[in-house]
């Protein structure tokens, strides 16, 4: 079973705009992390949030967490060419040792 | 060099067929993983290893063994593949909690298998 949920699960804007994208989870976390994946590549992590924090920033990337909610979203600011990939977050539970993913969102920035 | 290598990157074979993955690192990491990933899907967990002697099943381990070598090597066999495991296959690593790990994964570039 795949704990985290995806929304959109594709997404295509224009080079030079905002991408959001957003992650629900069903149980409580330790942390929450995001991923990127080029076509057919391996996944490359992003950004990790952790269960106590609200909001955390790396460059362009922007990452939310809403405990009580049980969400997060990423938002990706200027977009470029290069951001078109598979989005994927993924989960800690509390308690265990691994990371759950959910299915992602694909996302395309035209130029 | 890539931290997290995989061989090979691209197979094809036929129903029945013995099939070995191979995963390496040079990252020092004591975890390694076996995820399969199918079209439009996230990944899934196949199994893991915390350490040489530790080995875990994962959420969809049927079909599928595990031998892990050393630190630096994790491997996955089809004892007999079918169709419905063709899939792109990821290897990844993480460190062990404790020393200064963040649960953060490091994959490999993955194998694309077909199984006709």
Redesign the interface.
Known sequence: ??Q?EEDPQALSIQEGENATMNCSYKTSI??L?WYRQNS??????LI?IRSNEREKHSGRLRVTLDTSKKSSSLLITASRAADTASY?CAT?TQGA????????TRLTINP | DAD?TQTPRNRITKTGKRIMLECSQTKGHDRM?W?RQDP??????IY?S?DVKDINK??ISDGYSVSRQAQAKFSLSLESAIPNQTA?Y?C?TSAL?GQGS?????????T?LTVL
């Open positions: 079973s795949q985290g330790n942390n992390q057919g590549r391996g996944l490359v992590h990790l994927f800690v040792q691994k990371l759950v993913f959910g299915q992602g | 997290v993983y995820y439009g899907l996230g990944l899934r967990l893991y915390f994962g959420e792109l990821f990844a909690r963040t649960d953060t994964q490091y994959f490999g570039p993955g694309r």
